[in-house]
């Protein structure tokens, strides 16, 4: 028996709840409908293979050697007394290591590798030795005296629930463990997994002796989940459904409120809120325990839950979490675009969950959400080199201000780099996403160029897949059965190409498209009137015979997309998409510059194939109105070519601006501001928050008032109460008579304020700075411009120095220089 079908094999037992050596029980109750493995779907030449191909021989080793050169894997190693030294970074940090591994055994379980199993192999013993005999694993503990333990780890175990990650930590460990287990039989890191899962259930229960508080960051349930599918031991199960149940329940802990979820019992919530990547998690468990148990109560509720984010809170690249104060999501259609958080971590969490729900109710729009996330909201967070990530994935950047952790463009690494490590995990598990079975079913979720084997009605199927998918709409599928059977071959017709880009109204599809894919079984045409369909698949009901063929063809039109009116950052705009793929406008490929451009709803756009370009993309080629401000503060538009690029690959020519919402009609646009004094000038400050940039302060952009968070800002955040400065450097030598001064001051939502006071100093040829004296006080109101005059000067730098006021920070908006007359 060869070595892969002996992994596999053992794949499937685990998934099925069974493996030799561990006793596993059959689950009282399961989804309806079941994935087909990972390890037996193969993806061929094509799309994913390139993206999978680059995880296995880059991206696992990367984020390992960047876990050892940050001292993640020291933290074990001291904590098992085999090195010396302090902890070093974050305590959630052991999670990195447990990720990275789960994510490296998904790579060993389809292409073996003895050098990185044994690397593996003594990472985990080193782990298993880092363990208290008691089962409790957590490094930082063992490292810090009580009284210096960081404050979220809280001096004593599970002290401080809120924030210490103790049990989010080991909820990636169980999952490491399970995906170590499934890919190379060895036991080792199984063993530390369940002493750890013992000890968290005899501690935390409903007996009177039990500790009755949540986890601050939700995953563990999920890992539970998967001992329990593992083992059969229902405790797991049971235990992953108590911390489910316990929240919102004030018994035993206070509420932590909606940023944790733990403000409603989880069969009350309806409405998602507070940390997305926390819900994502979260969601999935319930939904695991919905199917496993059978309880209607915890069905109704992700079934609300899935509604709310779809018709309210759900990008169109298939992203959630709006809000980068405390990672969240925001309110119903809060769904800016610049100032988008979107986590990598949280596209990762919703893809997750939405394979769930169609595990769960065995429909297509589940995976119509699931699919819009792969190819956009979740890819665009790693580089085509598999070594730079996205934190935040926004839907449109100018270039200068710092979305991605102190970044404009995607980083090597982090300090919290959850990220990286999840998109390790992640990407070899999308094969198992593509295929699934029910008893008299294949379903075929993905299409994507491979093959896959899987078991329907008693019979073992192979199926092989060739397409160009995502660039080109054409499926050739053979079937192979064992021997002619009878099944229902269920094709998932995409929502894209039945005028649907999510299922909901939150956005809608612009023009008529032909809904009816092009469908032959053997070279015969099918009758779009007579195909039978049953939530959102084509259904082949038939005796199939080996050498079958079923060709399908899916018109692949670029199509705008409209959002709801109360969506208020796309209004007059529209976004591109063709067939799963959502498009982009970028600075590269725009002398620099998009956002002062518009896409009129009557130009039409082409595809084009670029295999030179970014690894192989269709772009969409066409004619745009670009608007520039001229000489006499009139705005001119002329009519420009545009090149639209998938939104997965955007920022990988250095950091520019960048739209995937495009105004409709010129005034809707930025115009290419007319040069002026300050544009002209080199800035500089004192200090600079590493998500604020000094490039604020000349961008030419009108603030609505002091509290404008919607245009990229300048604050010396987090200095409190000190005296600072910015201030320009102009080419040469300039005549100046007066500035202009847009304060920023953040009262009721966060620690900005306009300074205490403010003056001016001015430098002329020499390196002497000189104050400048102004016919008018140094004004500090806010919502308006705070205008000086001054005899004119010639300078080559002026300098604008604050006072912050005691115990806040401060900012500007726009800092205007006028020249003399």
Request: aromatic content about 10%.
């Amino acid at each position: 028996m060869s070595t892969d079908h002996t992994r596999r094999c053992l794949t499937e037992a685990v998934t099925m709840g069974c493996i030799a050596g561990i006793g596993a029980v059959a689950a009282p109750a399961d989804y309806p409908v079941q994935p087909v493995p990972f390890t037996a779907v193969r993806f061929a030449d094509g799309f994913w293979k390139q993206r999978l191909d680059t995880n296995r021989t880059v991206t696992v080793r990367y984020d390992l050697a960047k876990c050892e050169e940050t001292g993640r894997l020291d933290n074990f190693a001291k904590a098992a007394g085999r090195m010396q030294g302090p902890f070093r970074g974050i305590p959630f940090d052991d999670s990195d290591v447990y990720k990275v591994i789960e994510g490296a055994a998904y790579t060993l379980a389809t292409h073996p590798d003895p050098e990185l199993e044994g690397y593996l192999d003594r990472l985990i013993d080193t782990t298993a030795a880092a363990q208290e005999p008691d089962g409790y694993l957590y490094t930082a503990r063992r490292l810090f005296a009580a009284e210096a333990m960081p404050a979220m780890s809280g001096r004593e175990r599970w002290s401080n629930l809120a924030a210490s990650h103790e049990l989010y930590n080991v909820g990636h460990l169980y999952e490491a463990a399970v995906a170590y287990v499934q890919a190379t039989g060895k036991r080792t890191l199984l063993e530390v997994a369940l002493r750890n899962a013992d000890l968290v259930c005899r501690t935390f229960g409903p007996g009177a002796d039990q500790r009755k508080d949540p986890p601050g960051h939700q995953e563990i349930e999920i890992g539970l989940v998967k001992l329990f599918r593992l083992t059969g031991n229902r405790t797991y199960l049971d235990m992953a459904r108590f911390f489910l149940d316990t929240r919102g329940r004030a018994e035993g802990h206070p509420l932590r409120g909606p940023g944790q979820q733990d403000h409603l019992p989880v069969v009350e919530q309806r409405e998602a809120v507070g940390h997305a990547v926390r819900a994502g998690y979260m969601y999935s468990g319930m939904a695991d325990v919905a199917a496993l148990t059978g309880d209607q109560a915890y069905v109704a509720a992700v079934d609300a839950l899935w509604q709310d984010v779809v018709e309210h809170k759900l990008y169109v690249t298939g992203s959630i979490g709006a809000s980068p104060g405390g990672e969240a999501f925001g309110n119903a259609y809060e769904l800016p675009n610049a100032t988008a958080y979107n986590e990598t971590c949280a596209a990762i969490a919703n893809a997750l969950w939405n394979h769930r729900m169609f595990l769960l109710h065995g429909e297509a729009r589940y995976l119509d959400v699931l699919e819009l996330i792969l190819y956009n909201g979740f890819l665009a967070g790693v580089s085509l080199s598999g070594d730079r990530f996205f934190y935040p994935n926004p839907l449109a950047a100018d270039g200068r201000t710092r979305f991605n952790h102190g970044s404009t463009e995607r980083q090597p690494w982090f300090g919290c780099s959850c990220c990286p490590v999840n998109v390790v995990r992640f990407l070899p598990s999308i094969p198992g996403f593509a295929y699934a079975v029910d008893s008299a079913s294949l379903y075929v979720n993905l299409y994507a160029a491979g093959s896959a084997e899987a078991t329907v009605a008693g019979r073992r199927i192979q199926v092989v897949q060739e397409t160009a998918y995502p660039w080109d709409g054409k499926v050739h599928l053979r079937l192979a059965p064992e021997a002619a059977t009878r099944f229902a071959l269920r094709l998932r017709q995409p929502g894209w190409s039945a005028g649907r880009i999510v299922p909901s109204q939150v956005y809608r599809q612009e023009g008529t498209l032909d809904a009816d894919p092009h469908l032959q079984i053997n070279g015969k045409p099918q009758a779009a009137a007579g195909l039978h369909r049953e939530k959102g698949f084509i259904v082949l009901d038939r005796e199939w015979a080996p050498g079958d063929v079923v060709d399908l063809e899916f018109a692949m039109p670029v199509v705008r997309v409209i959002s709801r009116e109360e969506v208020a950052g796309n209004r007059g705009r529209a976004a591109l998409h063709r067939g799963p793929v959502v498009y982009c406008l970028e600075g590269a490929d725009h002398d620099g510059h998009v956002l002062d451009l518009s896409l009129p709803d009557d130009v039409s756009l082409s595809p084009k194939l670029r295999p030179d370009l970014l690894g192989g993309v269709v772009v969409l080629q066409g004619s745009g109105m670009a608007a520039r401000e001229a000489e006499d503060g009139t705005v001119q538009t002329h009519q420009v070519p545009v090149t639209a690029i998938p939104y997965a690959v955007w920022n990988h020519r250095g950091p520019g601006e960048m739209a995937v919402w495009l105004p409709r009609d010129p005034a809707g646009c930025r115009p290419l501001p007319r040069p002026t004094l300050a544009g002209a000038s080199t800035p500089s400050a004192s200090h600079t928050w590493e998500r604020d940039t000094v490039m604020a302060l000349n961008d030419r952009l009108d603030p609505k008032d002091s509290c404008d968070l919607d245009i990229p800002r300048f604050t010396w955040w987090d200095h409190r109460g000190t005296a600072e400065w910015v201030q320009y450097d102009l080419p040469a030598p300039t005549r100046v008579g007066a500035v202009s001064v847009y304060w920023f001051d953040d009262t009721g939502v966060g620690q900005c304020r306009v300074p205490a006071s403010w003056r001016l100093l001015a430098r002329g040829d020499g390196d002497a700075w000189q104050p400048v004296a102004t016919a008018g006080p140094f004004g500090v109101a806010k919502d308006t411009w705070n205008r000086v005059s001054f005899a004119p000067l010639t300078i080559t730098a002026l300098r604008l120095e604050v006072q912050l006021q005691p115990g806040v920070s401060g900012g500007i908006l726009e800092w205007v220089l006028e020249p003399a007359p």
